[in-house]
């Protein structure tokens, strides 16, 4: 099966806090480089969500176009996620004449399919702004949990999804009055008609695509309540128009359009995007995300494909994280709190080691935090201390005592009992890893790091070489060929590192088809050894916290 990986398209106007990069972005990176590792055929896509209330009112803050905005935005997103080696196959955008044509098409063929109704219904508008007051743009109190800076599509405080209207104390964000009700025409997909077609399928695939807890527990809550018609139009002008006459001043409601993104992106930068986006029997498509962004992908955008009658390739895994909150509270760019996309460059602290802390706390099951403290001692102790310690370690041995040559020498007992285990500790990593286990995999690469170091004592070939010098030999060259081993698990994770690593062994980038060999490189020579990372300083935890609160 070839995969198609997406991750959530980031909203435009906001710059990428690391919640958001672990979220989405990076951890579908490392599922998509272990993909290529695998030869698997791969299509890496993502972009940035551009239509709505929020581009709109941006733009009108800082006096120019939402289209403006939106280009200034996404040069910032894409910057960012280049420092963090992010590959994507298609970085693109929703704001393009593909996105328009593939949204309209798809309405059109769920209204020749009876799937969407008209209601007419009291919308919140501010009369001092004379425009309505789209889902984010009007604010006020949770009804369900009470949280004070709800937005009206929802609520920050308890996750739950909202409509304006049950704001309590609502309040029009731009200009802060009270907004009034006024009647308005709006379209709606009739969700509740495709509830039991749904069902069935998500039944089906959330056992196949070995869907994440939260997203199975999620999509079930949504069943319980009994899917209702939901609006996918609203009155703005920047967003997509909707082909129906009395809807001129209308544009579809951006969650209605967002997902399809995913696909006018692909379609925009190759022809053959149906080979992808309408094969399913050939294509597995994974999408990645936070919890957030459940409801969209399990329920509302296959909903919205499902009822076109067309063969479009559906979720098969979604893999949704909590959420990472920042010295245990919420990132917030508004509060400036975190540590966002670009302050990463400025701590002069390479990316790798920001992408090894990243997934080794990814927020899997629960809730993680991003602590500069821990972040330096884990660095340290959890990767500096034990890969970089052992790569460094073993190479230097290597070149000083026998000319940096590897020799596939017959091998003792502990030798071969030690090779069997660290096998089967990499078949246990591309079990993790093609079951998008992210942060297991990287746990079971520490371990087999700690496994070399300890085996580097225990066969102690500072001692041996004295007296039985080919068994120190056999020693340090099966710690090299796990070192080569390794860099090929770690790629992934830390692409540079796998890099560098190799070039140090004077080997070409391996592949997954070379993991778990211990053979084959007899008279290899490798290349010069040097240190990985230098240990970070614990001095600058205090420094970045500071410094990075402006
Ligand atoms: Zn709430
Ligand atoms: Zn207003």
Not at 37 to 59: F, H, I, P, Q, R
Request: charged share 25%; net charge negative; with cysteine.
């Amino acid at each position: 099966m070839k995969k198609l990986i997406t991750s959530a398209l980031p909203y435009v106007n906001n710059v990428p806090h690391l919640g958001n990069i672990i979220g989405c972005v990076l951890s579908a990176d490392a599922y998509a480089r272990f993909c290529r590792s695998m030869d698997y055929e791969v299509l890496y896509v993502c972009g940035t969500d551009e239509y709505g209330t929020a581009t709109e009112t941006k733009a009108r803050e800082e006096g120019i176009s939402p289209q403006e905005i939106c280009d200034k935005y996404h040069e910032i997103h894409k910057a960012i996620y280049k420092d963090f080696n992010i590959s994507f196959d298609i970085f693109g955008r929703t704001s393009t004449k593909e996105q328009t044509k593939i949204a309209q098409s798809i309405f059109k063929d769920l209204d020749s399919n009876n799937l969407i109704s008209e209601q007419t219904s009291q919308q919140t508008f501010c009369e001092k702004c004379s425009m309505f007051l789209a889902d984010r743009y009007v604010e006020g109190t949770c009804p369900h949990c009470g949280f004070e800076n709800a937005r009206g599509d929802q609520c920050d405080g308890c996750g739950k999804l909202l409509e304006p209207e049950d704001l309590k104390d609502p309040k029009c964000k731009v200009c802060e009055k009270t907004p009034v009700l006024k009647q308005t025409s709006h379209l709606y997909l009739k969700l509740d008609d495709l509830q039991e077609k749904l069902k069935s399928w998500v039944e089906k695939s959330q056992k196949e695509g070995e869907w994440t807890k939260n997203a199975i527990q999620t999509t079930q809550s949504w069943f319980e309540k009994g899917l209702q018609p939901r609006p996918i139009t609203r009155d703005l002008t920047w967003g997509i128009p909707v082909p129906r006459p009395g809807y001129e001043n209308k544009v579809f409601y951006v969650w209605f359009d967002a997902p399809i993104g995913y696909i006018s992106i692909t379609a925009k930068e190759l022809p053959n995007w149906k080979d992808w986006w309408q094969n399913p029997d050939e294509v597995n498509l994974y999408q990645f995300m936070a919890k957030d962004n459940i409801p969209f992908h399990t329920v509302i955008f296959p909903s919205s494909l499902m009822g076109t009658g067309k063969n479009w390739t559906l979720l098969h895994h979604i893999n949704s994280t909590e959420y990472l909150n920042y010295e245990d509270t919420k990132f917030s760019k508004s509060r400036n709190i975190g540590v966002f996309g670009d302050d990463v460059k400025i701590t002069g602290i390479h990316v790798d080691l920001w992408r090894f802390y990243l997934l080794a706390n990814r927020p899997e099951r629960n809730d993680s935090n991003f602590n500069w403290q821990d972040f330096i001692e884990k660095v340290n102790s959890e990767f500096i201390d034990n890969i970089g310690n052992l790569t460094n370690r073993a190479l230097v041995y290597l070149q000083k005592n026998f000319d940096g040559e590897i020799k596939d020498l017959p091998l003792p007992y502990t030798h071969q009992a030690f090779i069997e285990e660290c096998k089967e500790g990499f078949n246990e990593i591309t079990a993790s890893l093609e079951a998008v286990k992210l942060r297991e995999s990287l746990r079971q690469i520490l371990a087999i790091g700690n496994m070399g170091n300890k085996f580097f004592q225990d066969m102690t070939p500072w001692d041996k070489i004295k007296t039985d010098p080919e068994h120190a030999h056999a020693t340090v060259s099966v710690l090299t060929y796990l070192i080569k081993n390794i860099a090929i698990a770690i790629e992934p994770y830390m692409p540079e590192t796998a890099a560098r690593t190799f070039e140090m062994l004077n080997l070409p980038k391996l592949k997954w088809e070379s993991l778990g060999s211990f053979s084959g490189l007899d008279k290899h020579i490798i290349g010069n050894p040097e240190i990985l990372y230098k240990k970070l300083d614990k001095k600058l935890a205090e420094k970045f916290r500071k410094k990075i609160q402006r």
